[in-house]
């Protein structure tokens, strides 16, 4: 049995974005027959979780946790080396690219097959000044410079697979998936009702996501409808959300909304059970939302939450208005509201077979047995 290598920054398993995506890479790796052994930042030392090993690279010292994170993995691989057989390392796009480098670097020089796991490409419109910005030219330089035409790449969506394609790299794409061992089971009786819409924001991208904007379209509603509107955000609080809309829109939107600011990922999922809808509204025009793929979104749609969205990213290959989600076709307030409006009207079993093939969705497109393929290409 060969071992494959997870590098990630991420509180493995659990968490953040990156966390849940390694998680599930892990688990189907590991029903491909690879032995798995993670490589994170979660305070755990040599655990098993699902029979994955997972090993921490944590300190109490940040610096020593950042500056040494690199050798204190090569020296672990090396460490493997002399019993195990490597069958290649895969690096999490949270690695800032300096120590995806010099991992990759050592991968090259022992014969390994090491392989870059792209997420995202930062636009310059994210930033106030992006000339100073770290995050934007850590991105720029992995993605333009530091991953070349040698390079194996799991690209998450058509816009950086056709890129790194185009640049003659050996990539696959693979989107946001799960492995069944990670699936919940959907609600048998979820608590929505007729003529009242629950509309769910879980996250942290305040104008990516276009918060002020579903405010606004809130706020515009008639007060017999707004009133069987809730919309409630998690991840954002009070005063990130007043710092961007005007009071008197606030003022008129504030009985729709429910602010609950950070709180476990427990916590959120269980907030889904009551939820009609989930909201993601992104900007398609910039690279940033090109180049991702909103894991929120699938997220939501196995939990049986039909989304509100535009098309961006790939998302046009799974949702269809109607049938599994709600498409927008533009980011206009006077749109936005009318939708809204619109869902106010339908039935509870109306919105209960939509969330249904939702779930369907997932199982027929975004399943980790569909992918094991394209895994076994990127890593042999």
């Given at each position: 049995?060969?071992?494959?290598?997870?590098?990630?920054?991420?509180?493995?398993?659990?968490?953040?974005?990156?966390?849940?995506?390694?998680?599930?890479?892990?688990?189907?790796?590991?029903?491909?027959?690879?032995?798995?052994?993670?490589?994170?930042?979660?305070?755990?030392?040599?655990?098993?979780?699902?029979?994955?090993?997972?090993?921490?690279?944590?300190?109490?010292?940040?610096?020593?946790?950042?500056?040494?994170?690199?050798?204190?993995?090569?020296?672990?691989?090396?460490?493997?080396?002399?019993?195990?057989?490597?069958s290649?390392?895969?690096?999490?796009?949270?690695?800032?690219?300096?120590?995806?480098?010099?991992?990759?670097?050592?991968?090259?020089?022992?014969?390994?097959?090491?392989?870059?796991?792209?997420?995202?490409?930062?636009?310059?419109?994210?930033?106030?000044?992006?000339?100073?910005?770290?995050?934007?030219?850590?991105?720029?330089?992995?993605?333009?410079?530091?991953?070349?035409?040698?390079?194996?790449?799991?690209?998450?969506s058509?816009?950086?697979?056709?890129?790194?394609?185009?640049?003659?790299?050996?990539?696959?794409?693979?989107?946001?998936?799960?492995?069944?061992?990670?699936?919940?089971?959907?609600?048998?009786?979820?608590?929505?009702?007729?003529?009242?819409?629950?509309?769910?924001?879980?996250?942290?991208?305040?104008?990516?996501?276009?918060?002020?904007?579903?405010?606004?379209?809130?706020?515009?509603?008639?007060?017999?409808?707004?009133?069987?509107?809730?919309?409630?955000?998690?991840?954002?609080?009070?005063?990130?959300?007043?710092?961007?809309?005007?009071?008197?829109?606030?003022?008129?939107?504030?009985d729709?909304?429910?602010?609950?600011?950070?709180?476990?990922?427990?916590?959120?999922?269980?907030?889904?059970?009551?939820?009609?809808?989930s909201?993601?509204?992104?900007?398609?025009?910039?690279?940033?939302?090109?180049?991702?793929?909103?894991?929120k979104?699938?997220?939501s749609?196995?939990?049986?939450?039909?989304?509100?969205?535009?098309?961006?990213s790939?998302?046009?290959?799974?949702?269809?208005?109607?049938?599994?989600?709600?498409?927008?076709?533009?980011?206009d307030?006077?749109?936005?509201?009318?939708?809204?409006?619109?869902?106010?009207?339908?039935?509870?079993?109306?919105?209960?077979?939509?969330?249904?093939?939702?779930?369907?969705?997932?199982?027929?497109?975004?399943?980790?047995?569909?992918f094991?393929?394209?895994?076994?290409?990127?890593?042999?």
């Open positions: 049995m060969s071992s494959v290598i997870l590098i990630t920054y991420s509180n493995y398993p659990n968490g953040s974005a990156s966390a849940i995506r390694y998680a599930n890479f892990a688990a189907t790796l590991t029903d491909m027959e690879h032995e798995v052994i993670v490589f994170c930042k979660s305070y755990s030392d040599h655990n098993k979780v699902n029979n994955i090993l997972v090993e921490s690279f944590t300190s109490v010292n940040k610096y020593y946790r950042l500056l040494l994170f690199p050798y204190r993995a090569i020296k672990r691989l090396k460490q493997i080396m002399l019993t195990k057989q490597i290649g390392v895969i690096l999490g796009s949270d690695l800032i690219t300096l120590h995806a480098y010099q991992i990759q670097k050592w991968c090259n020089s022992n014969g390994i097959n090491c392989v870059f796991d792209t997420t995202e490409w930062y636009s310059k419109e994210q930033f106030n000044n992006w000339r100073l910005s770290f995050p934007y030219w850590d991105k720029t330089i992995l993605n333009k410079w530091v991953i070349t035409k040698q390079s194996r790449v799991i690209a998450i058509s816009f950086l697979y056709d890129y790194f394609k185009t640049k003659g790299a050996k990539v696959v794409k693979i989107p946001i998936f799960y492995n069944r061992r990670y699936r919940i089971t959907p609600f048998a009786s979820r608590g929505i009702q007729d003529y009242k819409v629950k509309i769910i924001y879980a996250g942290s991208h305040l104008l990516m996501d276009n918060i002020p904007l579903i405010v606004k379209a809130i706020a515009l509603l008639p007060h017999s409808i707004r009133s069987k509107v809730e919309f409630v955000i998690y991840g954002l609080n009070q005063e990130q959300i007043k710092s961007c809309i005007p009071q008197e829109i606030l003022a008129e939107a504030k729709s909304l429910v602010i609950k600011g950070q709180r476990p990922n427990s916590e959120v999922i269980d907030a889904y059970q009551s939820a009609d809808y909201i993601v509204l992104r900007d398609p025009s910039l690279r940033v939302n090109k180049a991702g793929f909103p894991s979104v699938v997220e749609m196995r939990l049986g939450v039909p989304v509100i969205c535009n098309y961006s790939d998302l046009d290959k799974y949702i269809i208005s109607g049938f599994n989600g709600i498409i927008i076709d533009n980011l307030e006077d749109a936005i509201s009318n939708q809204i409006r619109i869902l106010t009207t339908l039935t509870r079993d109306e919105k209960l077979i939509m969330g249904r093939n939702a779930i369907d969705t997932v199982d027929l497109k975004l399943d980790s047995r569909l094991e393929k394209l895994l076994n290409t990127i890593l042999n």
